[in-house]
């Protein structure tokens, strides 16, 4: 009646942003993401009190503010008849702040749920389940490189390749520690409905998942770094020309552009990638990796750098 799981972040190297299905959240593009090692979300799913609500605990206090999603992960998971819950969750890196924490999260609760009722489920229908709480949730059951596919009227989820397949390493930039203001699912629903650039950016997604799966595939670090960068700058784009525009960016996140560009001039093996929050994912070679550390740490604004490798897919680490 209870389960501990850990989910590890994900980053979209190709992004989704816009939803088809609101109600079954389905999203509109596929997308392909790594899944990072040092960063990550425990959850624990308790089953066996007789409680009459959902108690979320998050990092050792309650937490009212993001119950309702986590009850209704759990209602997916269990049906709505289940019993109520017993859930502690503890990150070891800023939630909300555009790092992915809703990807662990949600993979995290998703199998801890799963592994409290004792179902046996594959790894798809947890993919499955944890993306309809959360899209790219779906990504964090596969380590190193995940591919979720949009099938036309369900997702599928393909690994591209292990975390030892090729070992990139991710410099985290962090530029700003509170929660961002506007939370992806609603800043993609105004996208959807009011960027004029939304149409052609679900229209050419295909093409960069083509280029940016063949990049892995043969380990070309140029053509993922410059597919990479062109996505994620479009989403942005998209994200600019909303109305109300969002501009998840600050001084700093540019800064680290900068800084990175004068890199990639040295010859330097790094790219960068941005979600919706300021922080800059910086992703680079073995070999460069202390030289984008250093250089992002000295660079004005950031507040913090972090470390990682690539990581391994969401696991069960105890069941009673
Ligand atoms: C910019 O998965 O958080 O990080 O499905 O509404 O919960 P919901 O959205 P979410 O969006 C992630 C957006 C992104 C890009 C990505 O991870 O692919």
Redesign the pocket.
Known sequence: MQATAIAQP???LI???G?RDIDR?L?AVG?I?ITLSELHTEVSVDLSGDQPVDVLIVNGEENQQMLPRLSACLDRVLGPTRPRANIQSNCNFPIAAGL?S??SAFAATTLAAAGAANLSLSTQELARLAGA?????ARSFYGGFAELRNTGDDIALTSLGDEESWPLQVVVAITESGPKATG??EA?EISRKSSPFYDSWVSQQEQDLVLARDAIAGQDFTQLASIAEHNCLK?HSVMWASRPPMVFWNAATVQCLETLRRLQGEGCRVFFTI??GPQVKAVCLPDDADSVRQALTATPGVLNVMMSRLGSAARLVQER
Do not use: E, L, R
């Open positions: 994900n980053i979209a992004k989704y942003w939803k959240n999203p997308s993401s992915a809703s990807a709480s959360s899209g790219s949730a992806s699912t993609m989403m979600d919706a």
